[in-house]
């Protein structure tokens, strides 16, 4: 069983920056960011494939979302810029068969 907890988020003005954190117990070959606004359906935001160097992005992220892993430490993170009020969401960690607790990111 591999345990996900996710660190970084917070509240930020529009136009700038925060780092998603998640730490996973474990290893995983895929992991990936989701997020669910209110009132809204969960949608995936990013997501990597250790080991065959592919990426996903979300249209609404790209160019703004970077991710990147820290394979030594099974750590996944998410860089954000010019966060924008839409981006305001709970973020979540998740693997192909667990989920974090997620990390509230605010802009306003």
């Known amino acids: 069983h591999v345990q996900l907890v996710e660190s970084g988020g917070g509240s930020v003005q529009a136009g700038g920056s925060l780092r998603l954190s998640c730490a996973a117990s474990?290893?995983?070959?895929?992991m990936g960011w989701f997020r669910q606004a209110p009132g809204k359906e969960r949608e995936g935001v990013a997501a990597?494939?250790?080991?065959?160097?592919?990426?996903y992005y979300a249209d609404s992220v790209k160019g703004r979302f970077t991710l990147s892993r820290d394979n030594d430490k099974n750590t996944l993170y998410l860089q954000m810029t010019s966060l924008q009020i839409e981006d305001t969401a709970l973020y979540y960690c998740?693997?192909?068969?667990?989920w974090g607790q997620g990390t509230q990111v605010t802009v306003s």
């Open positions: 990597i494939f250790t080991g065959y160097g592919l990426s």
């Open positions: 998740a693997t192909t068969a667990h």
């Open positions: 474990g290893y995983t070959y895929c």
